[in-house]
């Protein structure tokens, strides 16, 4: 699969955009008319049309030199996106390979590992980076084996320790976040990490969440799909930077509804590793402005109802309230009231 890679920003002049084979296979998170909180996993098998984000293990797509630009910008401001608490390098390993072996294994026009024992040799071309190493040797890399391979991967990983019957989010690499922050939430268990969700808890969403991955099994991974709404396409929306973001609320009108508003979905994967018995959660994020979302009629209809009809908590909770209305009565002329086919796929 040969990708042509865009250049491309997701701050400032914000010139990112999606092309049309990118629109049809974007992950779009809902599988009916309306939305509330659900475990939701299902195995993380290849499924959809041709060139769907579900058709390779770990996604690459013709943002990836950007999106990995990006990254390094916000990096170089904030170190501290990247942490790894010291009992957790075997997981690093783990995440290594596993990223590694499947970009090579699905995009070796772009990407190659060669193994002689434990010496090996990675090549990332996209990045004109050519790397020999030693596997668990952390000196034979320029830095840790997390940091260094979440450089070159789309997507916020964390690292979850099991131990006492529970997860833990002892390492990560976060800097295309949903409002929320690697730094708070390192060390925190299952349940505190996710305490500020509402309804869910209620609902024993993340009770059986847990449960669930308490169980997960080596190589069988799941997914399930996330979203909020973002004004612009910025990856970067943490709450360390809500100053430069948070603004943006409030410069949605009726006339620019359709550039500003982006959907963004996150293709949520969970990895059983190997040798540390860790889980990988990997956490990848997809926009698409409302101009692009309605060129597949489907998705227009589906998602003018399911904003509309969102409860209050969750409008407050993904922070939509400012600009909900006004992306409303912009959608609402792309829906002519007719049925939707179940799932996910375009028609």
């Excluded at 690459?60 to 170190?79: F, G, T």
Aim: hydrophobic share 35%; glycine share 6%.
């Amino acid at each position: 699969m040969n990708i042509t890679f865009k250049t491309e920003t997701f701050r400032n002049d914000f010139t990112f955009r999606n092309s049309p084979e990118a629109i049809r296979r974007f992950p779009f998170p809902f599988h009916d008319d309306k939305y509330m909180y659900a475990v939701n996993m299902e195995p993380h098998v290849p499924a959809g049309p041709p060139g769907h984000a579900y058709n390779n293990p770990i996604d690459v797509d013709e943002h990836y030199v950007s999106e990995m630009r990006d990254r390094e910008q916000v990096l170089k401001e904030d170190p501290l996106r990247y942490q790894a608490l010291p009992h957790m390098m075997a997981a690093q390993w783990d995440t290594l390979e596993l990223l590694m072996e499947h970009q090579a294994a699905s995009y070796p026009e772009h990407f190659s590992l060669t193994k002689d024992g434990g010496n090996w040799h990675w090549i990332n071309r996209p990045l004109g980076i050519d790397q020999k190493f030693t596997f668990g040797d952390a000196a034979s890399l320029p830095m840790e084996p997390l940091e260094f391979i979440t450089r070159q991967a789309q997507g916020d990983f964390v690292i979850v320790d099991q131990r006492d019957n529970n997860l833990w989010c002892d390492a990560g690499m976060v800097t295309t976040q949903a409002d929320w922050s690697l730094d708070f939430d390192i060390g925190m268990n299952f349940m505190e990490w996710h305490g500020p969700v509402p309804l869910a808890h209620e609902m024993g969403v993340f009770d059986r969440a847990l449960k669930f991955l308490l169980n997960l099994q080596l190589g069988k991974p799941v997914r399930r799909l996330n979203w909020t709404m973002t004004i612009n396409p910025r990856l970067d929306t943490s709450p360390e930077n809500y100053h430069k973001w948070g603004r943006d609320r409030m410069t949605v009108t009726p006339e620019n509804v359709g550039n500003k508003v982006h959907l963004r979905c996150e293709l949520q994967s969970l990895w059983r590793l190997p040798r540390s018995n860790a889980i990988l959660f990997v956490i990848r994020c997809y926009l698409i402005k409302m101009e692009e979302l309605v060129t597949v009629p489907k998705w227009g209809r589906r998602f003018h109802r399911v904003l509309r009809d969102l409860p209050p908590e969750l409008i407050d909770y993904k922070g939509l309230t400012r600009y909900r209305p006004t992306t409303v009565e912009w959608l609402s002329k792309y829906d002519d009231g007719q049925p939707t086919s179940p799932g996910i796929f375009p028609e």
